[in-house]
């Protein structure tokens, strides 16, 4: 069993940066992928970006692309979501989501939110105009 938590959400102006952080425990194994996605009211929740087990390969929606970076610390159990230029269309209910498939060698089809084995319960990000 993985928990996962988040936090660094909160209120920003528009081309205001936030930096989300989410601390997985209960021994995950090695080789996780980790990911995050948002939902905004009304709408599907959807993939933001993703990084594998070594922070080697990431991954991003194309809406966010040169705008958000994840970062991931496994010393800490940690990864993070630093978010610059931030725009009202970034308001949402962020999630990181943790995919164990890796650690038993299959892929991880990172932007699908059935691909992840565990989920945090979210942290709120408004972005105002």
């Known amino acids: 069993q993985v928990q996962l938590v988040e936090s660094g959400g909160g209120l920003v102006q528009a081309g205001g940066s936030l930096r989300l952080s989410c601390a997985a425990s209960g021994r995950p194994c090695s080789g996780y992928a980790m990911g995050w996605f948002r939902q905004a009211p009304g709408r599907e929740r959807e993939f933001v970006a993703a990084a594998t087990w070594t922070g080697g390969s990431t991954y991003y929606a194309d809406s966010v692309k040169g705008r958000f970076t994840i970062f991931r610390d496994n010393a800490k159990n940690m990864v993070s979501l630093q978010m610059n230029s931030l725009k009202p269309e970034d308001t949402a209910v962020y999630y990181c989501?943790?995919?164990?498939?890796?650690?038993?060698?299959?892929?991880?089809?990172?932007?699908?939110?059935?691909?992840?084995?565990?989920w945090g319960q979210g942290t709120r990000v408004t972005v105002s105009s």
């Open positions: 989501a943790a995919d164990l498939k890796p650690c038993r060698g299959y892929y991880s089809d990172y932007d699908k939110v059935l691909a992840y084995d565990y």
